[in-house]
């Protein structure tokens, strides 16, 4: 049977928070509806980056814009199955809202799965549905959470996860993967399929959400998944860039968050690997130079284990010369490469559209990652059945 899911916005949510579990569940095949009060569908709220960078406190700069597909005024709490609340400093203020608080209390009442991440759980507590509940949060909201009766559960890590009941919470989005799969298990969902091996291909400034969505809904349905960056290590970091559309003539771009990669490029063993994940962004123009990039890709694409390349990333397939006689599209200021490359364009209209051409995967930008990871999962095999 079909879920569908609520996911409750406002300004300055942190931006993995709401992106990752949206994509992601939208991905796994379930309904989900975006609100914020006083906004209605196909308004934007304004999202922040917030990771620790060695100061006292986590520092913040300004996120993708997130765009709403359904109207708070005119919901219906009992129409779905879940309720999603990203943290950030929307919490803040939505935890004075009295409709907010009305609309968590219908989820608790009715025993429905809510899941809360980070500042989240301000809410949680202004709506007194955590009494006798254990659950962990952003470490700076346990004084709160204790004041109202919660047994609070101290992150170990940021990525601690607690399942309680009808309650899950996270410390962080670096919890994502556990907390997205704690998630679904609690609507009923289960994951076949999904011993797979994933290798992402990063670079600095890769496009934020097009490294972060896929890598942690991957995780969350149980596959191992690594990333590496040439001439980086295990534990190196790669910088981000939000692109993002905002009325020009073309994208914009802020700086992300910091993605810490897993294995070290130099050595690696591709052949251990499923599949591979090429994400967008700035990186591959220069990851195209990289003759080991090139023999990376080709040996994927000789092989024929899918390939997934998502908005810039098909610079890359271009240089490998691993598209003649494919269907595929890409980022549309892209097109020249795929063209030249003897690729046979697939427009992107809407730009959410992504292709499968055999093993091979494509998709214009962010926006089509539902379709874009469902795509990849339904090439390795993997299901989610509710």
């Known amino acids: ?4 899911v609520l996911i409750l916005c406002g300004d300055y949510m942190e931006d993995y928070e709401v992106m990752v579990p949206f994509q992601a569940l939208l991905a796994y ?16 709220c304004r999202t922040a980056v917030h990771q620790l960078s060695g100061h006292q406190t986590y520092s913040e700069s300004r996120g993708h814009n997130f765009a709403l597909n359904a109207t708070f005024s005119e919901i219906e709490a009992s129409k779905y199955d879940g309720l999603v609340i990203p943290g950030g400093r929307a919490p803040e203020y939505l935890a004075i809202d009295e409709s907010v608080l009305a609309l968590v209390r219908k989820f608790s009442e009715s025993g429905k799965p809510i899941a809360s991440v980070c500042h989240g759980q301000l809410i949680l507590a202004a709506a007194d549905v955590v009494k006798g509940k ?11 959470l204790l004041s109202v009766g919660s047994h609070w559960v101290e992150p170990e890590t940021m990525l601690t996860c607690v399942a309680d009941g009808n309650l899950i919470t996270a410390a962080t989005y670096g919890g994502h ?10 609507l009923g969902g289960t994951v076949s399929g999904s011993d797979k091996r994933i290798l992402f291909l ?17 995780q969350a349905l149980g596959c191992h998944v690594d990333a590496a960056c040439p001439k980086k290590k295990s534990g190196d970091i790669c ?29 690696l063993n591709y052949s251990s690997y499923d599949a591979l994940v090429i994400p967008g962004g700035r990186a591959p123009e220069y ?13 994927f694409m000789e092989a024929e284990k899918p390939v997934a390349s998502i908005c810039h ?7 490998a010369d691993v598209l003649k006689g494919r269907k595929c599209t890409a980022y549309p200021a892209v097109k020249l490469n795929v063209v030249l490359a003897g690729a046979t364009w697939l427009a992107p209209d809407p730009i959410d559209r992504c292709f499968t051409d055999g093993n091979l995967v494509t998709g214009a930008a962010w926006p089509g990652h539902p379709q874009f990871i469902s795509q990849l999962m339904t090439l390795l095999g993997i299901k989610v059945s509710f």
Request: aromatic share 10%; net charge negative; charged share 25%.
């Open 177 to 186: 993967p556990e907390f997205i799969q704690l998630f679904v298990k609690a």
């Open 29 to 44: 095949g379930i309904s989900v509806d975006a609100v914020c009060p006083g906004k209605k569908a196909g308004d934007s």
């Open 134 to 144: 254990r659950c962990t949060a952003f470490p700076a909201v346990k004084p709160t």
């Open 313 to 319: 990333g098909q610079q890359i397939l271009s240089a």
């Open 287 to 299: 990851l195209a130079l990289d003759e080991k990039v090139l023999a990376l890709v080709k040996h």
């Open 1 to 4: 049977m079909a879920k569908s």
């Open 239 to 267: 910088p981000t860039a939000i692109h993002d559309f905002e009325g020009d003539q073309t994208y914009s771009e802020k700086p992300g968050h910091d993605f810490s990669l897993t294995e070290t490029f130099e050595g």
């Open 202 to 218: 990063c670079g600095d400034y890769m496009e934020d959400y097009e490294v972060m969505v896929p890598f942690q809904s991957l």
